[in-house]
């Protein structure tokens, strides 16, 4: 199946099955491996990515249904809540391993982008499918509202 | 094995790894990382040093450029300076996460007075002769020893490349060493304001002999050590640039994912893979002894094969093996007569039946696994007489001498490129990732990437041990035990890992009793401890997980003396005070918790606090966690707080950051987790049967800071070791019901199921006699004091350290 894919901006063009997930389609086709591979199930979200601002499991999307603007975590910091997000995880010294943290900001993100005050139960909707095995859950908490201050 | 090419479009993948190589290939990487790093450096705010951070450079492109040819100031493992000023630090440990990449650099960097702004950081590549972690005595990354046995040589390092580059500017200025000083990478002449940079002087540096003795700073001169410093790999972290090993591309590689036989120590019979092979993209299905893999243009071609393959497996000698024959097999084991010694001193028989009150227990363990968020991945590349590999390794010699032996070359022949590691806990000191991915790409003509799939990864870990836990005290008349017997029944995860010489002589796996043999009240009058080494079915091996040996022992000493005080009808805190009459370290910690805690005040029906108080790694630490138990049995964690004394800190935000995940990463275990077999398999698979803590569940976790003077203690496994014990006894101040069973079981929680947990009969086994049970007793006085710690009953004697 040909495509075209508009991702962080730029028309790709890719020539993949179309039930492969766009996860794979960003991380071996495209090269774009800041989006992690962490379950295949949608249970981590570690391969959370936004489409049309939106935060997307790519691991479950098939290539045949991605359309919309993708925007992968080498790009959200383009987005003023992506780029909130960075500064207040370097802020607070979130990141431990850091494998997840991909993820964490793409919802991040989104979360901050729809609601730029979000209470500590709209953080634990928005964040509660992002696991992260380093358990660095209360600096996501307090990154987040330091984010949606600044 | 079929090659079949379909012609998949690779020219984007070609046009990324042609960037990758660029960025990542060289001679170019130093140039390209050196000026994103100058960029930075001017606008570095002193009072946060590193504010954007230097990207740690995740390959060993700058151990090639630092390495053999290297021109400029190289006077040890772990320094180089080029004439152009550019400081380049080799850290000896791997970073999974635990902020060693933070912590050796500082060490360094005190000493060689340079700023964290200025240095390129680049991991060790295999070498046991200069990388030989002191405490561990291998090149490996693990048992919270990385801090504890760098401190003292990497600072040296620094003060004695401090001291040449002094004396390298002090005799071209032909002035004293005594009137010039160090700062921020330059040498200045305190007198005339001369200054020179550190790459001015290294040709100079490094025809001078190494001083003999070098003084190292004060604690009060510190400007790093001590201070709230950002990490230096976060940045890469948050904007999709780190690289892990599964993220690695290589020119022309293409990707395998794989399937290992279902049974541990069974074997492959036969594969029907023409339904495999019809997948567009997929290239190769490679049969192995006890696996087969599929190889695509992509991994979604390689997965989609796999699953398409018919497998015929021979089972072999576990095909019914399950958690409840196991089980069986260790508590047949744990009834020997004698068990290796680990400590006995005075006379336990007599003091514990003389006791006042007697009491005993049998605690249970389960198999964990490790489950990084990474899954297990390695790229390699089989050339002529050798292999190139790319992957996070926490053993780098032993991945290259593992991969070697299966390719008959000598280990030189290996290159081992490290990477950043996404979470290993005890992982990736196992090498058989690695070895398998070079197993398959001795069948590849190309780099190939393997990478395992959650199920392949939760499924085909090598487990943390089962350990099954007697145990019994007698107490005399004020309460406090005057008789301890302990008996510990496991595998022996040491013989793995080390063989026969990692034992004591008389066969105490000295992992197995960590802590239980010398825990943080000293040692118990009448103590016997003891071992036995449980012979798991050939092919199930076990493994180190986050907090080894202590995170066994710590739940189960600090469940029991949690019940020893309620048996004696004390509060749980003012019990283990009595504990640490003559161990300032644990009382202060204990009385740090308790106080921030709120310990005694009032809490809401169906709430309890549980506390602990632990040595480990050579860091103390008291935790108080607060539980609501639901009447249908659920656990919701309310509250968690810390003290800690790790001693000298080198950061303390990244003590910090390790206490908090340390201590729920322990929760997330003792509330969900446990890996069973049935019918030789393994039954859970992924996320949804071996879950995670989330964020949601995660409760506000505050670590009060203890800053000592004593020497560093290991920090990243200090709070998973303190997490089951406060939890168990969290619940049981909620509920009274002693869990002395992990994971966490819901249903002897529910309100109208909530029994008192009798103490099975297991002093004749011990080789005491029959106990007269006290539970009756325990279980009144146990109520009063649930009663205590829900706030219905005055406490006294909380108050400040």
Not at chain 2, 138 to 147: E, M, P, R, Y
Not at chain 2, 201 to 219: F, G, T
Not at chain 2, 459 to 477: E, F, T
């Amino acid at each position: 199946m040909r495509k075209n894919l508009n991702v962080n901006g730029e028309v790709r063009v890719v020539d993949v099955p179309p039930d492969m997930p766009l996860l794979w389609v960003l991380r071996d086709v495209l090269g774009l491996t800041g989006t992690k591979y962490g379950c295949g199930i949608a249970q981590c979200g570690a391969c959370t990515i936004h489409i049309d601002g939106r935060p997307v499991r790519s691991c479950v999307l098939p290539a045949s249904a991605a359309g919309g603007a993708i925007v992968t975590i080498e790009a959200v910091g383009n987005t003023p809540t992506g780029a909130a997000a960075q500064k207040a995880w370097l802020d607070l010294d979130v990141v431990q391993c850091g494998y997840c943290q991909s993820g964490q900001v793409m919802s991040a993100a989104a979360l901050l982008a729809r609601n730029p005050a979000p209470t500590d139960e709209d953080i634990d909707l928005a964040m509660s499918g992002n696991i992260c095995r380093c358990a660095t859950y209360p600096r996501i908490r307090d990154a987040i509202k330091r984010a949606a201050r600044s | 094995m079929t090659l079949q090419a379909p012609q998949l479009p690779t020219r984007e993948i070609e046009l990324v790894t042609d960037r990758r190589r660029l960025i990542l290939g060289g001679g170019l990487v130093l140039g390209l990382a050196v000026a994103s790093v100058k960029a930075r450096a001017q606008t570095a705010d002193p009072s946060r040093v590193n504010p954007a951070g230097p990207q740690p450079l995740s390959t060993d492109d700058v151990s090639a450029a630092a390495g053999e040819g290297f021109r400029g100031f190289a006077p040890d493992a772990f320094i180089r300076i080029t004439r152009d000023n550019q400081v380049i630090l080799i850290i000896p440990n791997v970073e999974m996460g635990q902020g060693i990449y933070m912590g050796e650099s500082s060490l360094i960097a005190e000493e060689l007075e340079v700023g964290l702004d200025q240095v390129l950081i680049a991991p060790a590549p295999p070498n046991e002769a200069l990388y030989k972690q002191p405490l561990l005595q291998f090149q490996g990354t693990g048992g919270s020893t990385s801090i504890r046995g760098a401190w003292e040589p990497l600072r040296k390092a620094g003060a004695a490349a401090r001291t040449l580059l002094i004396t390298a500017a002090a005799n071209r200025w032909g002035v004293p060493v005594a009137e010039c000083v160090a700062e921020r990478a330059m040498v200045r002449h305190t007198p005339s304001g001369r200054q020179t940079t550190y790459g001015e002087v290294v040709d100079d540096a490094s025809r001078l002999p190494k001083p003999e003795q070098v003084a190292l700073k004060d604690p009060s001169q510190f400007k790093i050590i001590g201070k709230m410093i950002r990490r230096v790999d976060t940045p890469a972290k948050v904007n999709g640039t780190a690289v892990y090993g599964i993220d690695v591309i290589r020119p022309g590689m293409k990707f395998a994912t794989v399937q290992s036989c279902p049974w541990r120590g069974g074997t492959l019979r036969a594969v029907d893979d023409r339904a495999a092979l019809a997948v567009p993209g997929v290239l190769q299905v490679i049969r192995l002894p006890d696996a087969v893999a599929v190889v695509g243009e992509h991994f979604w071609a390689a997965k989609q094969g796999l699953d398409l393959l018919k497998v015929q497996w021979n089972a072999g000698p576990n095909a019914n093996m399950s958690t409840e024959g196991l089980w069986a097999s260790m508590e047949q084991a744990s009834n020997a007569a004698r068990g290796a010694v680990a400590h006995q001193s005075g006379d336990f028989d007599r003091a514990f039946q003389g006791a006042e009150k007697r009491v005993e227990a049998v605690y249970r363990q389960p198999f964990l696994c490790h489950a990084p968020m990474e899954p297990q991945a390695a790229v390699v590349h089989v050339t002529g007489g050798g292999a190139e590999i790319w992957c996070g390794t926490q053993v780098p010699t032993s991945a290259q001498g593992a991969a070697a032996k299966i390719l008959g070359v000598p280990p030189e022949r290996v290159t081992i490129h490290n990477y950043l590691i996404g979470g290993a806990f005890g992982r990736k000191l196992e090498t058989d990732y690695v070895e398998q991915a070079v197993q398959i790409a001795r069948f590849c003509p190309y780099p190939v990437k393997m990478v395992w799939t959650r199920e392949q990864d939760t499924q085909h870990d090598n487990y943390r041990p089962l350990y099954l836990d007697k145990i019994s005290a007698g107490l005399g008349a004020d309460g406090l035990p005057v008789a301890w017997r302990h008996r510990v029944t496991a595998a022996s995860v040491t013989i793995r890992f080390v063989g026969p010489a990692g034992m004591r002589p008389n066969g105490v796996d000295p992992d197995a009793v960590e802590e239980a043999e010398d825990p943080v009240y000293g040692k118990f009058q009448n103590m016997l401890l003891d071992y036995v080494q449980w012979q798991p079915p050939e092919g199930l091996r076990v493994s180190w997980w986050r907090g080894v040996g202590p995170t066994h022992a710590i739940y189960v000493v600090e469940s029991f003396v949690d019940e020893l005080a309620h048996a004696a009808g004390q509060d749980p805190v003012e019990y283990r005070r009595k504990l640490l009459r003559n161990q300032p370290r644990g009382l202060a910690v204990l009385n740090r918790a308790a106080q921030a805690a709120g310990w005694g005040t009032p809490l809401p029906a169906g709430a309890g606090r549980g506390v602990i108080v632990q040595k480990s790694f050579g860091s103390f630490l008291a935790a108080v966690v607060e539980v609501q138990v639901a009447d249908e049995g659920d656990v919701r964690l309310r509250r968690i707080t810390v003290a800690v004394d790790s001693g000298i800190t080198v950061n303390p935000s990244v003590l910090k950051q390790q206490v908090e995940g340390g201590i729920l990463f322990g929760l997330t275990a003792a509330l969900f987790n446990e890996i069973t077999f049935e019918r030789g398999r393994v039954q859970q698979s992924n996320f949804h049967d071996y879950r995670m803590l989330r964020i949601n569940e995660t409760p506000p976790v505050e670590v009060i800071h203890i800053q000592t003077n004593n020497p560093p203690g290991g920090i990243g496994e200090a709070g998973t070791t303190a997490a089951a014990p406060a939890l168990c006894n969290a619940i049981f101040a909620a509920t009274g019901v002693r869990l002395r069973e992990l994971p966490v079981r819901r249903e002897l929680l529910r309100k109208n199921a909530r029994k008192r947990t009798l103490a099975p009969p297991i002093a004749a086994a011990l080789g005491a006699r029959l106990l007269t049970p006290a539970e009756e007793v325990r279980d009144e006085r146990a109520d009063a004091n649930a009663a205590n710690d829900r706030g219905e009953l005055p406490l006294d004697g909380i108050g400040e350290p």
